[in-house]
């Protein structure tokens, strides 16, 4: 890339976590959170809302529309079970943050893996521990399910994701970068 003239414009890191040592901590809810799983569409237009506007700077994640959650309901690793949503006990019908978890299967190589598939906090919530309680909150998922390890991306420049993440357990397993001329 130096030979090139390119630069490193963009990072995607892969972070990787076992889901039993270290042991994941509780998942406390505080009485100011309604913590519960999808219900269905009807959930999607908050869903939305606020994937829109907690990532609004990303090219592809901050534009999905109805028919991207439409056509990942449909996809076979989809479980509204693994679907999580964090309401404001005061105002239950805005939706603060979200985790939506995926499962890998296994392959002749690899055991089946979970993904931290995406978490999307209300930037108006930002600073109130959603991101930690609902990622949390998945893992256990995860481990209850069965799975040994987690996965995750996450843009190299995010530093808050990267600090929860980072004091959860995850480590650095791959990283990808984009390169382009200045």
Same mark, same amino acid.
Do not use: C, M
């Given at each position: 890339?130096?030979?090139? =003239?390119? !630069? &490193?414009?963009?990072?995607?890191?892969?972070?990787?976590?076992?889901? #039993?040592? /270290?042991?994941?901590?509780?998942?406390?809810?505080? #009485?100011?959170?309604?913590?519960? !799983?999808?219900? =269905? /569409?009807?959930?999607?237009?908050?869903?939305?809302?606020?994937?829109?506007?907690?990532? @609004? *700077?990303?090219?592809?994640?901050?534009?999905?529309?109805?028919?991207?959650?439409?056509?990942?309901?449909?996809?076979? *690793?989809?479980?509204?079970?693994?679907?999580?949503?964090?309401?404001?006990?005061?105002? /239950? #019908?805005?939706?603060? &943050?979200?985790?939506?978890?995926?499962?890998?299967?296994?392959?002749?190589?690899?055991?089946?893996?979970? @993904?931290?598939?995406?978490? =999307?906090? #209300? /930037?108006?919530?930002?600073?109130?521990?959603? &991101?930690?309680?609902?990622?949390?909150?998945?893992?256990?998922?995860?481990?209850?399910?069965?799975?040994?390890?987690?996965?995750?991306?996450?843009? &190299?420049?995010?530093?808050?994701?990267?600090?929860?993440? =980072?004091?959860?357990?995850?480590?650095?397993?791959?990283?990808?970068?984009?390169?382009?001329?200045?």
């Amino acid at each position: 890339a130096h030979r090139l =003239g390119l !630069t &490193g414009v963009r990072e995607l890191l892969q972070l990787r976590r076992p889901l #039993d040592v /270290p042991e994941l901590p509780a998942v406390a809810v505080p #009485d100011s959170i309604v913590l519960r !799983t999808y219900q =269905g /569409p009807s959930d999607d237009s908050e869903l939305l809302r606020v994937n829109a506007a907690a990532f @609004e *700077w990303h090219p592809e994640q901050g534009r999905w529309t109805d028919v991207d959650v439409a056509e990942r309901r449909a996809e076979s *690793w989809f479980d509204p079970e693994g679907l999580f949503l964090a309401f404001d006990a005061a105002d /239950p #019908d805005v939706l603060l &943050g979200f985790h939506w978890t995926k499962v890998h299967p296994a392959t002749d190589v690899e055991d089946a893996l979970g @993904e931290v598939y995406v978490v =999307g906090i #209300d /930037p108006s919530a930002q600073g109130r521990g959603l &991101g930690r309680l609902l990622t949390l909150a998945g893992l256990h998922h995860l481990r209850d399910r069965g799975l040994h390890t987690v996965l995750l991306y996450v843009e &190299g420049d995010n530093t808050a994701a990267l600090n929860t993440y =980072g004091k959860l357990g995850f480590e650095r397993f791959h990283v990808d970068v984009a390169y382009a001329r200045p």
